[in-house]
T-cell receptor
Framework: GAGVSQSPSNKVTEKGKDVELRCDPI?????LYWYRQSLGQGLEFLIYFQGNSAPDKSGLPSDRFSAERTGGSVSTLTIQRTQQEDSAVYLC????????????FGSGTRLTVV | EDQVTQSPEALRLQEGESSSLNCSYTVSGLRGLFWYRQDPGKGPEFLFTLYSAGEEKEKERLKATLTKKESFLHITAPKPEDSATYLC????????????FGQGTRLTINP
């Protein structure tokens, strides 16, 4: 596609429920990244994919968070047993490998846990 | 630990009033320093990559410069459409692909 597509754009969920956030990167971009942006905070790295493998998942905050990427394309970030502190905007970005940081970001999924 | 600090947190300027935003960093070997622009409700938009001290990049009214400890984003004769949050990020040279972001400077240009 022309840009990075994320869905849903907004998600309100009850504490304790599981949620899945989807990212559709730019066609041909082999690198895919998930970041989290909390209110008043900078972007926090979560996980990086190169193709279907995740060489760096050091930013996942707990074992409630997991992500996968299939076919070198679409990625899903899953949060199990959501907590209120998980409320944030989850941003996905993609790039050509070693693209010098010139990621293209999606518009994000705003997650609210009530 | 790699760190990025941006100042000021917020800046209000009149249209045409030039100024600079600061990004100070500590990193274990700099692979690149990046500037992004973020509008409300949208993802960050890539502006510049700087790789070595002394390097400068320009785009319209924006110019980014880099030293060994900090980067500046100079904005010349800004217009209201330049209002946004400007984010600085660094990438360490030790094999990491991730970017470490600062908290951003929220820039408002009044007409």
């Amino acid at each position: 596609g022309a840009g990075v597509s994320q869905s849903p754009s907004n998600k309100v969920t009850e504490k304790g429920k599981d949620v899945e956030l989807r990212c559709d990167p730019i066609s041909g971009h082999t690198a895919l990244y998930w970041y989290r942006q909390s209110l008043g905070q900078g972007l926090e790295f979560l996980i990086y994919f190169q193709g279907n493998s995740a060489p760096d998942k050091s930013g996942l905050p707990s074992d409630r968070f997991s992500a996968e990427r299939t076919g070198g394309s679409v990625s899903t970030l899953t949060i199990q047993r959501t907590q209120q502190e998980d409320s944030a905007v989850y941003l996905c970005a993609s790039s050509l490998a070693l693209a010098g940081g010139g990621y293209t970001f999606g518009s994000g999924t705003r997650l609210t846990v009530v | 630990e790699d760190q990025v600090t941006q100042s000021p947190e917020a800046l209000r300027l009149q249209e045409g009033e030039s100024s600079s935003l600061n990004c100070s960093y500590t990193v274990s070997g700099l692979r690149g320093l990046f500037w992004y622009r973020q509008d409300p409700g949208k993802g960050p938009e890539f502006l510049f990559t700087l790789y070595s001290a002394g390097e400068e990049k320009e785009k319209e009214r924006l110019k980014a410069t880099l030293t060994k400890k900090e980067s500046f984003l100079h904005i010349t004769a800004p217009k209201p459409e330049d209002s946004a949050t400007y984010l600085c990020a660094v990438q360490a040279s030790l094999g990491a692909q991730k970017l470490v972001f600062g908290q951003g400077t929220r820039l408002t240009i009044n007409p």
